[in-house]
């Protein structure tokens, strides 16, 4: 056998029918994954009617539902490859809004929508975006944009290490209201549909989408407009609540929301807040009980 698992098939590797048994695993899996994506009722629509995948599907129930895009709004898309969420989200705004895709992946974003391959873990994706927001808003003609997409990733890059140490940069970053040309919270919905790959080790899955969660819900409290809306996935888990709870300091209305396209067995399960508060202190929301 000439494979990448010939070394493991040794003697001395006494785990080899567990590796074995693994592998036949995660192939049962996939051929089962593929089985039922070719079935699926939401596969086939998302293709009849050229969204990238079915979670167009869960955007429209959740929306169908709670309303929250209107005409014109600015929307930041957070794990937004291969795309769906955001092409739901251009038909629901239109073309005078503005959505911002972020990704760990690299993924070209449908039409109309700014894209950045960044982790939303690191700090400077979060001042990336809230340039690319403040760079949008004070657009003229004469800027260089991409006519599809907007500001190019490498754009916003150079920008912001030119922009260091000035006090253009200060104006922007600055936790306090300093200037009046920077819109402090230029954004009216954030969404999150973030998964980490899963690793099958439900308390792990959980915690890594927390975490994602949290760092969504970071974004919102320092972009979005007082008023303003959240959804984001959550693996569901032991700490469920306290995401609700820190959700419940920021948000007047959460609710827990499982769409349609959404699969009974799946863990996921989606946060819809609405009516951002004012005012709200990030250490208050993250440190106390
Ligand atoms: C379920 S997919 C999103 C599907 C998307 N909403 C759509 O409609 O096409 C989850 C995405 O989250 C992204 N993701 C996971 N961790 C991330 C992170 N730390 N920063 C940015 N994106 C992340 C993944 O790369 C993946 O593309």
Redesign the pocket.
């Known amino acids: 056998m000439n494979s990448v698992l010939q070394p493991l098939i040794t003697p001395q590797y006494r785990c080899t029918p567990f590796v074995l048994r693994l592998v036949r695993y995660n192939s049962n899996a996939q051929n089962r994954w593929l089985a039922r994506q070719k079935n699926d009722h939401f596969t086939k629509a998302a293709k009849e009617q050229q969204?990238?995948?079915r979670?167009?599907f869960?955007?429209m129930d959740i929306d169908d539902k709670y309303r929250f895009f209107k005409q014109n709004q600015k929307v930041l898309?957070?794990?937004?490859?291969?795309?769906?969420?955001?092409?739901?989200a251009r038909k629901r705004i239109g073309s005078g809004g503005m959505i911002m895709g972020?990704?760990?992946?690299r993924?070209t974003p449908p039409k109309g929508v700014y894209s950045l391959q960044?982790?939303?873990?690191s700090k400077k994706?979060h001042e990336l975006i809230r340039l690319c927001f403040a760079r949008h808003i004070q657009l003229n003609k004469h800027d260089q944009l991409h006519k599809d997409h907007g500001y190019l990733q490498h754009m916003l890059e150079e920008e912001l290490n030119h922009l260091k140490e000035t006090e253009e940069y200060k104006e922007l970053f600055s936790q306090t209201d300093i200037s009046q040309n920077i819109e402090r919270y230029p954004v009216d919905v954030v969404?999150s549909?973030?998964?980490?790959?899963t690793t099958g080790i439900q308390s792990k899955d959980h915690y890594m989408s927390m975490d994602?969660c949290d760092?969504a819900l970071i974004v919102a409290i320092d972009l979005l407009k007082p008023g303003g809306s959240f959804t984001c996935?959550l693996y569901a888990g032991s700490e469920d609540t306290l995401l609700e709870k820190r959700l419940k300091k920021v948000f007047k209305k959460v609710d827990r929301f499982k769409p349609n396209a959404s699969r009974n067995e799946s863990k996921e399960l989606y946060f819809v807040a609405r009516g951002k508060k004012t005012d709200i202190d990030k250490l208050k929301v993250f440190l106390e009980e």
């Open positions: 969204f990238r995948s979670a167009a869960k955007l898309d957070l794990g937004f490859a291969p795309g769906a969420w955001s092409q739901v972020v990704d760990l992946l993924c960044a982790n939303i873990l994706t969404l549909d973030m998964m980490a790959n994602l760092a996935k």
